[in-house]
């Protein structure tokens, strides 16, 4: 079973859907709780039209329909279905520390080889303190490999990080695979699950994000908002 679906299968879907917004870098639904994802603009427009069959439409489905569009091949049904995946999940805040996944990658990655799946903004200061950094990334900027390094540098790592958008383009259980028994692995972002279950798929921790102010974070969300400016939020870290 992929780990979609044991996301999916977990969650109680005895909610009501009660706001979608889609910004042009985050995706906000709103069901028992508030539950957010990156949109990944640049893939999403690589996409032919639609990009969303049924805008206008969607609060008309259940939580379940809606989780369910994080298998979907276009990029911003899936992160809506990530969303809903997301505000479906009972964090219990007591299992979790707030620490913000940059400050774990350094802690665990200082001297160490690491890989890390995704550009972002950290990324200057993990070079300054590990032995040997890879950055792969879909969108490559300067100093970034290309996604197809990962499959040689992954299984090189001590450390691996992965954006929890592998969620959303369906690359996770594959990246998964690569890392190395011994890899510390580390899984990232808001779109990234903030729930146990992870542990079960070679995961060490998961650094997500818990929405403690819906309203705020949803109009953050729909106003542009980068993943730096959202507010009405906690960064929280769930450790194995």
Not at 3 to 27: M, P
Not at 112 to 139: L, S, T
Not at 143 to 154: K, N, P, V, Y
Not at 170 to 190: F, M, N, Q, R
Request: with cysteine; net charge neutral; glycine share 8%.
């Amino acid at each position: 079973m992929s780990i979609l679906d044991d996301l999916i299968s977990l969650l109680n879907f005895d909610a009501v859907v009660k706001d979608i917004r889609q910004g042009v870098f985050h995706t906000g639904v709103l069901t028992r709780n508030c539950g957010l994802a990156a949109t990944l603009p640049q893939d999403a427009l690589r996409q032919k039209p639609p990009m969303v069959k049924e805008p206008g439409f969607l609060l008309e489905k259940d939580p379940r329909e809606l989780a369910q569009l994080a298998h979907s091949q276009h990029i911003l049904e899936a992160a809506i279905g990530m969303a809903t995946i997301n505000s479906l999940l009972d964090i219990k805040k007591d299992s979790c520390i707030e620490l913000n996944g940059a400050e774990l990658i350094k802690e665990k990655g200082r001297g160490k080889r690491v890989a890390i799946v995704g550009h972002f903004p950290f990324i200057p200061h993990v070079r300054e303190i590990a032995k040997e950094i890879w950055v792969m990334e879909k969108n490559p900027k300067k100093g970034d490999l290309g996604e197809s390094a990962g499959e040689t540098f992954i299984p090189r790592a001590d450390v691996v990080a992965i954006t929890g958008t592998a969620l959303t383009n369906h690359t996770l259980d594959h990246l998964l695979e690569l890392c190395p028994s011994k890899a510390y692995v580390i899984l990232l972002g808001d779109t990234a699950p903030l729930t146990p279950l992870l542990f079960d798929h070679r995961v060490d921790a998961v650094s997500g994000t818990k929405v403690v102010n819906p309203e705020l974070a949803l109009r953050c969300v729909s106003q542009g908002a980068n993943f730096r400016q959202i507010k009405g939020v906690q960064r929280l870290t769930l450790v194995k």
